[in-house]
């Protein structure tokens, strides 16, 4: 027993590092070498989540949606998942305004990172904390 506790142990520091990994490789994936700027973003989420299968969310751009200036795409990453990237959503100029609304499963507690691309590159940023009452993945 003393011996599975000190292995459990010595592997935490590697699972946590591990995931930070996959989660950058899924955002630069999408994102490149673009630095996301905070703000710009209302993101709608509730702060528990009584059933992790069915977690709504509204993410809204603050953009004005017109050939100059336009959002081109909205990601969606949780931490914590095994698969960080949750969704993508594409988006072109000629929609009245840059918001989305879905439903995602989440496992257990974690933060939901929002990235919407512009037609000029730059990157918008927002992050909710979100707790689930009842997990909504199997394993």
Known sequence: MKRRAILSLALLPFAAAASDD???????????????????????????????????????????????????AIHLFATRNPTPGIASF???????????????????????VVLARMNDGSVQRATAEIRVATGGCLT
């Open 22 to 72: 996959v989660l950058n490789a899924a955002i630069r994936a999408e994102i490149g070498d673009a630095a996301p700027r905070e703000g710009g973003i209302t993101l709608r989420v509730p702060p528990v989540a009584e059933n992790g299968g069915q977690v709504p969310v509204t993410v809204l751009v603050d953009s004005p949606q017109s050939a100059e200036r336009h959002v081109t």
């Open 90 to 112: 594409k988006l072109g100029p000629a929609l009245a305004r840059a918001e989305i609304q879905t439903r995602i499963r989440m496992s257990e507690n974690q933060t939901l």
